[in-house]
């Protein structure tokens, strides 16, 4: 256990090949999230099916090391186009645009990425000591205990999602709606088909995935008219080395947002949060909070920091537990599935070669990703400024061959416009989307943990409160759901009996 | 921004309505070994249709404030959405590279006024370069029209 389990990961990951494919994942990841309309999730759905002939070991590497890259990618769209590609780069276009309009892309550039490795290390390097512990733990769980975690999983975008409550909500039910159309496993019985022959085969989440976040992503974009604008930037070597002597001066800010990030990451829905409270923190305990959203370098660094290390953390309860704690995580979840492994803690019993050659290519992808954004960025900054009318119809064939790849189906890539049209809609009216996705993922996981966990009680409801470990985590999920209730009656309460002192 | 809220919850009611009419069908009790099949689906559509309905009646309280979407807005929005449409009903009928090559040339040549010469290089060089990635790398398939089938494949 432990550092034996690293060094025969390293094993798997640092062979030629798989160094060669997590390259070529951090290169198309970080086009992939600067592309407009491409981010993580529906970037790693569209290539999901070209993995379905590698080994799963390259195959997780590849989509991991598409994810690095994207995170990476996002950062670049963020600061020199004020374009967040992601909800959790929102917070670092705040300072980081303003910087690459006063000429110091570089710098942002450089303090972006720097961050980003710092986070994401971080969480690695407590995601190889928590993993095996978590899923020796996992192992002794039962049917209502998964269902106590799926519970506590949805709770936490309703109770700290932040937004309309009952529309995260919304998205929530419609996601497993969607995950229940076609037939019941169980009962061999056909559900919200009506008929159509369709309809059977059901909703396939990268199709939703591909529609929502990319197609929906594009039309949301281009409102503003059929055009891209960025900053230039000039990316030399003395810039970078100039930055990091800069950066040790805000080693706190790392070590908060690093801890923000995997605290709120390892639960769904935590890196837009955790950066936004690692960029809010270190506004507060600033010297110069007035700098910031001028143009603060400390404002890249705390956001940035907190959301890779958040979206590595989103990594660990999909090994561990089959649950996974992002979008992007979600569909690497359904690529496991169709590569023939059972997500979840019998991975590190059954897979420990992939499981820990999976961890070890967390080290190498974001050391490869990091010196790759860093030599490349004027590269991957050109991608930009490829002319609107090119580079558009050239996303939407792109994700079209995604949505047509899952299946062999045509339907699916009119599903993908659909789902396009209802991405569009939701992100107006702040229907969140992840919540869905993960809803559509996890749909007959929970369902089937809910029927064996009613089984087992003969129908009784009381079984997610008598077993320990259930008892404790349904608690938590009640606690979370009811969060939108308790705190304004909590804040209403305080204000009008004690006026707080401090 | 009011119509829009109001109008999609209001949908979003309705579909969960069709939901739980299925699950009353498929029996939402307890049948001869666990829950029926519309046990799942039934509860979800009771949640879905209460939130719902509180979401219609707080956009219906709320005073109307800012458009979805304006005229200005959504002209670009259908300028990407209509040949995006138009793109995968051509595809039923001439596969996805001949559809992909000849929607990237009409919206070079519509949208960016590119010269003539890039637009026919990219209409052909796109699909092409899609062609070898998927069918020969990966031996993913793709729909195919009479073009593929004239070519041989």
Same mark, same amino acid.
């Given at each position: 256990m432990g550092i034996e389990d690293l060094l025969l990961g390293f094993q798997v990951a640092v062979t030629p090949h798989n160094i060669v494919v997590a390259i070529l994942g951090v290169g198309l990841g970080t086009i992939i999230g600067v592309l407009p309309g491409l981010g993580g999730a529906n970037g790693v759905a569209i /290539? /999901?099916?070209?993995?379905?002939?590698?080994?799963?070991?390259?195959?997780? *590497?590849?989509?991991?090391?598409? #994810?690095?890259?994207?995170?990476?990618?996002?950062?670049?769209?963020?600061?020199?186009f004020n374009i967040p590609g992601e909800p959790w780069s929102v917070a670092t276009t705040f300072d980081g645009y303003p910087l690459a309009q006063q000429g110091q892309g570089g710098q942002a550039l450089t303090a972006a990425?720097?961050?980003?490795?710092?986070?994401?290390?971080?969480? @690695?390097?407590? @995601?190889?000591?928590?993993?095996?512990?978590?899923?020796?733990?996992? /192992?002794?769980?039962?049917?209502?205990?998964?269902?106590?975690?799926q519970l506590l999983t949805f709770s936490s975008f309703v109770g700290l999602g932040g937004g309309n409550p009952l529309k995260s909500l919304v998205s929530i039910v419609f996601g497993f709606m969607l995950a229940s159309v076609g037939l019941d496993i169980v009962t061999g019985q056909l559900r919200l088909t009506f008929g159509v022959t369709d309809l059977m085969k059901g909703f396939d989440f990268i199709v939703a995935v591909i529609g929502l976040f990319g197609i929906g992503e594009i039309l949301l974009s281009v409102e503003e008219g059929l055009r891209f604008q960025g900053?230039?930037?000039?990316?030399?070597?003395?810039? %970078?080395?100039?930055?990091?002597? @800069?950066?040790?001066?805000?080693?706190?800010?790392?070590?908060?947002?690093?801890? *923000?990030?995997?605290?709120?990451?390892?639960?769904?829905?935590?890196?837009?949060?955790?950066?936004?409270?690692?960029?809010?923190?270190?506004?507060?305990?600033?010297?110069?909070?007035?700098?910031?959203?001028?143009?603060?370098?400390?404002?890249?660094?705390?956001?940035?920091?907190?959301?890779?290390?958040a979206g590595v953390a989103a990594m660990l309860p999909m090994i561990t537990l089959g649950i996974p704690g992002s979008p992007t995580a979600a569909v690497m979840l359904g690529g496991l599935i169709i590569w023939g492994l059972q997500p979840g803690p019998m991975l590190f019993v059954e897979q420990r070669e992939f499981v820990w050659g999976l961890i070890a290519s967390m080290y190498t992808g974001n050391i490869i990703g990091?010196?790759?954004?860093?030599?490349? %960025?004027?590269?991957?900054?050109?991608?930009?400024?490829?002319?609107?009318? *090119?580079?558009?119809?050239?996303?939407?064939?792109?994700?079209?061959?995604?949505? #047509?790849?899952?299946?062999n189906a045509m339907i699916d890539i009119w599903y993908m416009l659909l789902f396009g049209v209802v991405g569009y809609v939701f992100k107006k009216l702040d229907y969140p989307l992840a919540p869905l996705v993960l809803a559509l993922v996890l749909g007959d996981l929970a369902e089937n943990a809910l029927r064996q966990s009613l089984i087992m009680s003969q129908g009784s409801l009381e079984i997610f409160f008598t077993r320990p470990i259930a008892?404790?985590?349904?608690? /938590?999920?009640?606690?979370?759901?009811?969060?939108?209730?308790?705190?304004?009656?909590?804040?209403s309460r305080r204000a009008g009996v004690a006026p707080p002192s401090a | 921004m009011r119509a829009a809220d109001l109008t999609t919850a209001v949908v979003l009611f309705l579909l969960a309505g069709v939901v739980l009419a299925d699950a009353l069908r498929l029996g939402i009790g307890w049948g001869t070994d666990g829950p029926k099949s519309g046990f799942f689906p039934f509860w979800l559509a009771v949640v879905g249709m209460v939130t719902c309905a509180v979401i219609a009646a707080q956009a219906a309280r709320r005073r109307a404030k800012g458009t979805f979407v304006t005229r200005e807005q959504a002209r670009p929005v259908l300028k990407v959405?209509? !040949? =995006? =449409?138009?793109?995968?009903? =051509?595809?039923?009928?001439?596969?996805?590279?001949?559809?992909?090559?000849?929607?990237?040339?009409?919206?070079?040549?519509?949208?960016?006024?590119?010269?003539?010469?890039?637009? =026919?290089?990219?209409?052909?060089?796109? !699909?092409v370069i899609t062609f070898v990635i998927f069918e020969r790398w990966f031996l993913v398939p793709m729909p195919k029209g009479p073009l593929e089938d004239w070519l041989g494949y």
């Open positions: /290539l /999901l099916p070209l993995t379905f002939t590698m080994p799963p070991t390259s195959a997780i *590497i590849l989509l991991t090391s598409i #994810y690095w890259g994207a995170l990476f990618g996002g950062a670049i769209t963020s600061i020199l990425f720097t961050s980003s490795f710092v986070g994401a290390f971080f969480s @690695i390097v407590l @995601i190889t000591f928590f993993a095996a512990p978590l899923a020796e733990i996992a /192992l002794k769980f039962g049917p209502p205990d998964f269902f106590a975690i900053a230039r930037t000039g990316m030399k070597l003395s810039v %970078v080395f100039d930055t990091w002597k @800069i950066l040790p001066r805000y080693w706190r800010t790392f070590v908060r947002g690093s801890f *923000i990030g995997f605290w709120m990451g390892f639960k769904p829905g935590g890196a837009t949060p955790a950066s936004f409270m690692s960029y809010a923190f270190a506004k507060r305990f600033s010297r110069n909070p007035e700098r910031f959203g001028k143009g603060e370098l400390e404002g890249v660094v705390a956001p940035e920091t907190a959301a890779h290390a990091v010196a790759m954004v860093l030599a490349f %960025v004027p590269f991957f900054a050109a991608i930009l400024r490829i002319p609107f009318a *090119i580079l558009t119809p050239v996303i939407v064939v792109v994700c079209a061959v995604g949505a #047509y790849a899952v299946h008892a404790v985590i349904t608690g /938590l999920a009640i606690l979370f759901f009811a969060l939108p209730v308790i705190t304004p009656w909590w804040r | 959405l209509g !040949p =995006a =449409a138009a793109l995968v009903l =051509a595809m039923q009928f001439v596969g996805l590279y001949v559809a992909a090559g000849v929607y990237i040339g009409l919206y070079m040549h519509w949208i960016g006024r590119h010269a003539w010469w890039l637009v =026919a290089l990219l209409s052909v060089a796109i !699909p």
